[in-house]
């Protein structure tokens, strides 16, 4: 069963305090979430890569292989992220925009949504009622993840972003992918185009399940090991941060 602890309070000295007051944002703290394996019970970009080979949209044999492979480096830490994006986005440069989207939306339909579990709702539902400024920060990329986030009611995502030309994706990412030490840089440049910074919240909560995370983790005051793996679990224990299961 999941084990979900109850949220710290705002204020540790006024336990009653209201939450605050929309346009308050000095009272508002700050809760990010990574997506795959802690929100949701799967991987998002492996399983749209499956997604793609079920429709025949790559070359079946090959494209799992390399998808396998990825996967196995990920939770290995061993990953070259350029390497995997390139392999990654590499069919959203192959297709219309249009058809891209069609795609994605029954990928929502049949694949995201029946995943989704009540306590990873509710999780997400009770840092926005506390007034928090929530965002999902992922290293898989926009295109995948946009539709994902609007699921759990999150208007903010960090996620890599995708280089377009001409109206189509090019099959490069943009920017710094958010992965590690990417992921605190391009939240401080999301942060700094709300003109806000890590030193305006008493509080921030990261919720992830991997050791691939650390970097953010060690950046927010609450970090919290969620259906860790296994080097997560070992770190959380030794270094005493919170640890919950939204699933199995």
């Excluded at 309070?9 to 990574?34: C, I, K, M, Q, V």
Aim: aromatic share 10%; net charge negative; glycine share 6%.
């Amino acid at each position: 069963m999941p084990t979900v602890t109850p949220l710290p309070d705002r204020n540790p000295e006024a336990p009653g305090a209201s939450p605050a007051a929309p346009g308050d944002l000095a009272h508002f703290d700050l809760a990010l979430f990574d997506l795959d394996y802690t929100l949701l019970p799967i991987d998002s970009d492996y399983e749209w890569a499956r997604f793609l080979i079920r429709l025949g949209v790559v070359d079946g044999a090959e494209y799992d292989r390399r998808n396998d492979a990825f996967f196995e480096q990920y939770h290995a830490g061993t990953l070259d992220i350029l390497e995997f994006l390139a392999f990654q986005l590499a069919p959203l440069a192959a297709h219309p925009v249009e058809q891209l989207d069609a795609w994605r939306e029954r990928f929502v339909d049949e694949v995201i949504r029946p995943r989704i579990v009540d306590a990873a709702r509710a999780l997400v539902d009770r840092h926005r009622a506390r007034g928090d400024l929530c965002a999902i920060v992922t290293a898989t990329n926009e295109f995948v993840t946009r539709p994902i986030a609007d699921e759990f009611g999150i208007e903010h995502l960090v996620a890599t972003r995708i280089e377009t030309a001409d109206g189509r994706y090019t099959g490069r990412p943009l920017g710094t992918p958010s992965f590690r030490e990417g992921k605190v840089q391009r939240t401080a440049e999301w942060l700094a185009s709300l003109g806000r910074s890590w030193s305006g919240f008493a509080r921030s909560h990261f919720y992830s399940d991997s050791a691939n995370d650390v970097p953010l983790l060690e950046r927010v005051t609450d970090p919290v090991a969620t259906n860790p793996d296994a080097r997560l679990a070992a770190l959380a224990r030794e270094r005493g941060w919170r640890t919950m299961q939204l699933f199995e």
